[in-house]
């Protein structure tokens, strides 16, 4: 006989279920049949939450984000930060996320970040933009209320930003390919090279002395990469 659960707690089950067989065996060697059995759940009740291992995929991205920003929120808040040590901390956020957990997100990022699954990795990122766009764009308004940032529209611009994330898919997907053939420090080089041209852009749109916002930390794409091959 199975348990009846709340939606919200029966969903959580399932993403929980599913990022432990994603990251023990990678996303395509995961089954919705695998997830159904870890989970207990009937394939009905699956496909109840989820219409699809996609948005499974989806959902678990956006939950990682708003996991993250709930863990920023304190900080953020501290009223001693003005707003590059806010941005800062956003993204400085986002990159011990990906340093701690990029050997299990490997799998995955090989993944959507193939030329052939461009659908899936836009629908990621557009759930991943719903989470951090508002409270980016909240910054950059505290930020051009203090003089700090020129950001006349806030939400335009935060979404502007977090657009500059669709040119890393052909950087990522190129770096996995050179890290498993071998040409591991070619690959982090490249990958170094697009993250800190990434934090340069921003640095201009907002017309910052270069240097001032960090979008990732050298490690990230050693820690990415070297696991790769």
């Known amino acids: 006989m199975r348990v009846k659960k709340q939606p919200e707690i029966r969903s959580a089950e399932l ?27 009937s394939k009905g009740a699956f496909y109840h939450y989820f219409s699809s291992k996609e948005a499974l995929l989806e959902a678990f991205a956006a939950r990682l984000a708003r996991e993250s920003l709930e863990e920023l929120q304190p900080i953020l808040d501290d009223p001693a930060l003005d707003a590059v040590g806010r941005l800062n901390t956003l993204f400085a956020g986002s990159r011990r996320l990906k340093v701690e957990l990029a050997p299990q997100l490997r ?8 030329p052939e699954n461009i659908v899936l990795f836009h629908r990621i990122d557009q759930a991943v933009t719903r989470i951090v766009a508002p409270l980016l764009a909240d ?19 935060a979404e502007m930003l977090l657009q500059f994330r669709l040119s890393l898919g052909d950087v990522m997907h190129n770096a996995l390919l050179l890290s498993r053939q071998g040409n591991v420090e ?3 080089r490249m990958l ?4 800190r041209l990434y934090g340069i852009a921003v640095d201009r749109v907002l017309k910052l002395p270069e240097g001032t916002i960090e979008v990732a930390q050298s490690g990230f794409a050693r820690a990415l990469l070297e696991g790769s091959r």
Not at 17 to 36: P, S
């Open 15 to 41: 993403l929980d279920c599913a990022q432990r067989l994603f990251f023990a065996h990678g996303y395509e060697n995961t089954t919705v049949n695998d997830i159904i059995r870890e989970a207990g759940v």
């Open 107 to 114: 799998a995955i990022f090989d993944v959507i970040f193939r």
């Open 139 to 157: 910054i950059l308004r505290r930020g051009t209320e203090e003089g700090v940032f020129d950001a006349p529209d806030p939400r335009a611009f």
């Open 186 to 188: 070619q690959a982090v």
């Open 192 to 195: 170094d090279d697009r993250l």
